[in-house]
């Protein structure tokens, strides 16, 4: 039976109804999912009339000017709304010079050339026209050569130690291996998610706001100095337990976390004692924050004093008043801890420039947030509500992925002007001169689940994947600020190709590489316009992968069936049997054990223009960060890397890769 009116609704709203899966099969949306998502993107379809009346107000609203205008530099763009055409339009550039545009047609102009953003008055109304330049910034432009060859580390920040940290790792213990890994020559260090998070809340990938820093990952003796630091620790009476905690193989969160909200609240109290240098620093980071500094420091010391009394932390389920039940003190505190959080890594950053590191830190964005979040509360009028992001089913989730974090709506990015998406990109560009963008297909669309149903009962929703790269290539150049997108997964046809002609770095991972005949592709075959890495924090790293110990934390956790284990065993020693034919090479090898001497070459020796080896890897370890579907059956974002002697040396091991960076120059 035909349902025209659901279909067209879904067309124009973005519900993509057909899409290949990750086997390469043509899949299709049932009817009742279509309608569960296009209720759920407030585009009422419980019938044919409802879908028609939807689709007419989806249609007006298309007739509208939105806020923000994307367009590349001397490119063409349209106001999209029928009718007459303004008599003139005028554009201002930040500076307030203005310019008449070109009209090239019926209700069409040519953009400026120059990128940047213009005030755009037409008639009675404005809007902001975003001109973009052909490309995000890039490794060339960042390190001023024609193909450059950049290596580093990728970190968990908080799995790193150093002396004192208290058991989790923090700005200074990154600004060490920074100093680690200039000094071998090294280029760049990628790093985990820096954002805040919900009170309770450990995973890096759910966030609570995307714009503000986690101050647990902070050292603050880098800005208060260490004397003032240990004073307070003591003060605090909890000498033992932080040096204990630095003992321990996986970490403590609840006890982590409380010790160090211990320590920021002795700290706080004594403020203003603080040096007047800092204390106006102080003043001006609260007053460049303004209201929406506040507003998040409100919402996270709200969640604190919930999180105490064993309430809920999500703001869904407080009274909508809940404003007046925050302490000032308490507000004053948070701004205090992102003040603290900020200049730390502000500190780290510049240790890693200086430490010769032409790319410096590389950070993370993750996906999405909370539903009951800092960021979520802002934007509440712009979200996917009732919708969970994740992922549909492949060959290494069979049923399947819920993150359990929410995003924008593609209409609500419209509406808003992408005013969202722009402070996130601002926010995370201004900590080093790399972002990696967690699930980049994201751009172009995303799997959403309706709330009660399985990941598999979900379907893709659509993005402005035009206007949101011309947006990341702006701010990408503004911030002069490298960008790799993770495009792993169950990809759009041609969106690699899309994202590689806007400066968007790949990724390419060694056990994904592979051809059709699933042999592994040789270093000159892979792509030149990517970052190459031996595995990600949700793969086992290659000792483990080589030993299974994946598939055996699948079966333990419920994922696997015990019936299948043989079969998947037997799969891998396939696979590392494959792998060891492509590695098979004459070149004498450390003989220091642990870490896969030549799988590293092998990557460093790719054509990628940028390659990161995770310090799992590096070090020779068998576990992985994360177990992708499990949340208590596996020790996810807990894991941190052994004490230093109890492992294989770093320095041999960034020799390596910097020898063979270097000689792979021959290959390419």
């Not at 007739?63 to 029928?82: E, Q």
């Not at 303004?290 to 703001?315: K, M, N």
């Not at 699933?518 to 990600?536: E, V």
Request: net charge neutral.
């Amino acid at each position: 039976m035909k349902r025209p009116a659901l279909h067209r609704l879904a067309a124009t709203a973005g519900v993509i109804r057909h899409w290949t899966d990750a086997q390469g099969k043509p899949a299709c949306l049932d009817d009742d999912v279509v309608r569960a998502l296009l209720q759920a993107l407030q585009w009422p379809a419980a019938n044919e009339a409802a879908c028609r009346e939807s689709l007419r107000a989806l249609q007006r609203e298309r007739h509208t000017v939105p806020p923000l205008i994307t367009a590349d530099g001397g490119g063409l763009f349209s106001l999209g709304v029928p009718g007459a055409p303004p008599r003139r339009a005028v554009c201002r550039d930040s500076d307030g010079h203005a310019q008449d545009l070109v009209v090239a047609g019926p209700r069409h102009w040519r953009a400026p050339v120059a990128p940047g953003y213009y005030q755009l008055a037409f008639d009675e109304a404005q809007v902001t026209l975003a001109v973009a330049p052909p490309r995000c910034f890039g490794v060339p432009d960042a390190c001023a050569e024609t193909a450059p060859r950049c290596w580093g580390l990728a970190a968990q920040v908080y799995g790193l130690r150093r002396a004192g940290d208290g058991g989790v790792g923090d700005s200074r213990a990154v600004a060490e291996l920074a100093a680690r890994v200039g000094a071998a020559g090294g280029d760049a260090l990628g790093l985990s998610p820096l954002h805040a998070l919900s009170a309770g809340v450990h995973s890096p990938y759910s966030p609570s706001d995307r714009r503000f820093l986690n101050p647990m990952l902070a050292d603050p003796a880098q800005v208060l100095g260490e004397p003032a630091v240990r004073a307070a620790i003591g003060q605090a009476g909890m000498t033992e337990d932080w040096q204990h905690a630095e003992t321990m193989a996986l970490i403590d969160w609840p006890a982590v976390t409380a010790m160090r909200r211990r320590l920021w609240q002795a700290l706080h109290a004594q403020a203003p004692q603080m040096a007047p240098v800092l204390l106006r620093d102080l003043a001006a980071f609260r007053e460049a924050g303004g209201a929406a500094l506040i507003a998040h420091a409100a919402l996270s010391a709200r969640q604190e004093r919930a999180a105490a009394r064993q309430l809920p932390v999500s703001w869904r389920q407080w009274p909508s008043d809940w404003q007046k039940d925050v302490d000032v003190g308490a507000i004053d505190e948070q701004i205090f801890a992102q003040w603290l959080a900020s200049r730390c890594w502000e500190t780290t950053r510049r240790d890693a420039s200086a430490a010769g590191l032409r790319l410096g830190l590389i950070t993370d964005l993750a996906v999405g947030f909370e539903p009951g979040g800092g960021e979520a509360w802002r934007h509440r009028r712009w979200l996917l509500e009732n919708l969970s992001l994740g992922a549909p089913p492949d060959a290494f989730n069979g049923r399947g992925q819920q993150w359990g974090i929410t995003g924008y709506s593609p209409c609500g990015l419209r509406r808003s002007g992408y005013q969202p998406f722009i402070e996130v990109l601002r926010a995370t560009m201004r900590m080093g001169g790399g972002v990696r963008i967690d699930h980049a297909l994201g751009l172009a669309r995303l799997w959403a689940v309706p709330a009660g149903a399985d990941a598999d009962a979900g379907g893709y929703i659509a993005y402005p994947l035009r206007d949101l790269l011309r947006l990341l290539a702006l701010e990408s150049w503004r911030h002069r600020c490298v960008v790799i997108g993770e495009d792993l997964g169950t990809v759009p046809a041609d969106l690699r190709q899309t994202l590689a002609a806007r400066g968007v770095l790949g990724t390419d991972v060694l056990l994904f590489n592979r051809n059709a005949q699933g042999r592994f592709l040789p270093p000159q075959a892979w792509r030149t316009q990517a970052m190459g890495t031996t595995t990600t924090h949700d793969l086992a790293p290659l000792a483990g992968w080589r030993k299974g110990h994946d598939i055996d934390w699948r079966i333990r956790a419920g994922m696997l069936p015990t019936s299948e284990c043989a079969a998947a065993q037997a799969a891998r020693r396939d696979d590392v049997a494959q792998l060891d034919k492509a590695l098979a090479t004459p070149v004498p090898m450390p003989a220091l054990a642990g870490p896969d001497w030549a799988a590293i070459r092998f990557v460093a020796r790719s054509k990628a223009a940028l390659v990161l080896l995770p310090m799992e890897d590096a070090l020779g370890l068998d576990e992985q960060p994360n177990l992708p579907g499990t949340v208590d059956q596996h020790p996810n974002w807990r894991r941190r890397m052994p004490p230093a002697d109890a492992s294989v040396p770093l320095e041999p091991v960034l020799e390596w890769v910097s020898r063979h960076r270097s000689e792979g120059k021959v290959d390419g």
